[in-house]
């Protein structure tokens, strides 16, 4: 820290204005008035130089002290309007020194109470200073005790002025502020809501493609074992070991969702792989066909999965809804991206009347990626699902980008 940021003021005075101040009283106060003795006594030329130097001497300590130690800033202003008395009584006159004395009575004070109270005094001390050597009857309509008045009731309104409109200025940074501060508050917890329903959104979604579809699985299962228990012990036993496997693809996709895991249980590598063992569980729990066209493409893990469970929702439609006999496969590259082509041969719907979660959660999974859903179908004539994604950038042998 420079000396001239151990202002000891409370109050926040820029440095360039003190040093400026300073300049200009040594200047045009401390010099003139030194220079206005040479023609006296010696005596008055001796005293007026010490005084010089006392005020010199303290206005140094005051500005360069530590706060809070050595020459308080109320002994200091005292000393000045004292000062600035003698300095009068020795030129029969000081209205100039105070003039340029009077920025320090706002400098180092506290309160504007108090910059008018010690200016004032320094202004009495002055005219008094001024008039002492007139004897009993002094006259104060001279140019020193005029300049004097004025400089001190122009000085302290022009002064006063200044401090309530950098009050108000304070007081309207401060209001800003602290608005701003609030929004910024506001807006993070926005951030955190928003955050929290994304992530509620995307769990959602997840469990949807994932847990729920897998138990609504076992539920056939179930369903199907059951009633073919007595009659087809082979198929139940088939039944059965579904289930047991649904159930155990469940419990790694739910430890996956709390974190157990890292990632979800995807194959690196081609997508292929993973769609065509989704495809033939699927056939040997319900005993559609389904037949797939699936070259070996290499994608980056969350394209692959993205695919995946678009495959898994559109493969449960067919089950829960479509009374399709036959399903169709198709996944393919086209430029800059990759293609996945679901179709049934089923019962077909309104595409503007479907409000199912599965359509959307499909919809937002592609969009977050920069992909896109295309839904065609019409009652009677079966559904086509169509989920496009670009391919920027190819992943390597090992799955990563």
């Given at each position: ?109 506290r309160t504007p109470r108090d910059a008018v109270a010690f200016s004032g005094l320094a202004a009495a001390l002055t005219v008094f200073g001024g008039t002492l050597g007139q004897g009993w009857s002094p006259s104060f309509r001279t140019g020193n005790t005029v300049a004097t008045v004025v400089a001190y009731a122009v000085g302290s309104g022009l002064a006063l002025w200044l401090h309530r409109f ?236």
């Amino acid at each position: 820290m420079t000396p001239w940021q151990q202002q000891p003021s409370d109050r926040l005075i820029p440095d360039r204005v003190l040093l400026w101040n300073t300049a200009g009283w040594i200047l045009f106060g401390l010099l003139p008035t030194a220079g206005g003795v040479l023609d006296r006594s010696p005596a008055r030329q001796y005293w007026m130089f010490g005084l010089l130097a006392l005020i010199a001497v303290c206005h140094t300590v005051t500005l360069f002290r530590p706060p809070g130690r050595f020459l308080n800033r109320r002994v200091h202003l005292g000393v000045l309007a004292l000062v600035l008395g003698a300095t009068s009584y020795l030129l029969d006159g000081g209205a100039a020194f105070y003039v340029v004395s009077l920025p320090q009575f706002w400098f180092y004070t506290r309160t504007p109470r108090d910059a008018v109270a010690f200016s004032g005094l320094a202004a009495a001390l002055t005219v008094f200073g001024g008039t002492l050597g007139q004897g009993w009857s002094p006259s104060f309509r001279t140019g020193n005790t005029v300049a004097t008045v004025v400089a001190y009731a122009v000085g302290s309104g022009l002064a006063l002025w200044l401090h309530r409109f950098v009050g108000q200025s304070n007081e309207r940074q401060e209001r800003l502020t602290a608005e701003l501060v609030l929004t910024q508050e506001e807006l993070a917890l926005a951030h955190q809501r928003q955050g929290a329903a994304e992530e509620r959104e995307r769990m959602a979604r997840e469990i949807h493609d994932t847990l729920a579809q897998g138990f609504a699985s076992i539920v056939v299962l179930a369903e199907a074992a059951r009633a073919a228990l007595t009659a087809d012990p082979d198929r139940s036993a088939h039944q059965l070991a579904s289930i047991e496997q649904t159930a155990r693809e469940n419990l790694t996709e739910a430890r996956v969702l709390v974190g157990s895991v890292p990632v979800s249980g995807v194959a690196p590598g081609s997508v292929a792989t993973t769609l065509r063992r989704t495809l033939d569980r699927f056939a040997q729990d319900t005993g559609l066909t389904v037949t797939a066209e699936l070259p070996d493409i290499d994608l980056d893990q969350r394209t692959r999965v993205a695919l995946l469970r678009c495959t898994q929702e559109s493969l449960a439609n067919v089950r829960k809804h479509s009374g399709a006999s036959t399903v169709g496969v198709v996944l393919g590259e086209v430029p800059g991206g990759v293609e996945l082509e679901i179709t049934d041969d089923g019962n077909g719907f309104v595409v503007a009347e479907s409000r199912g979660f599965g359509l959307d959660g499909m919809r937002r999974r592609l969009a977050e990626l920069d992909g896109e859903l295309t839904v065609t179908s019409s009652l009677g004539d079966g559904t086509r699902i169509l989920a496009t994604l670009p391919t920027p950038g190819r992943a390597d042998p090992e799955g990563t980008r």
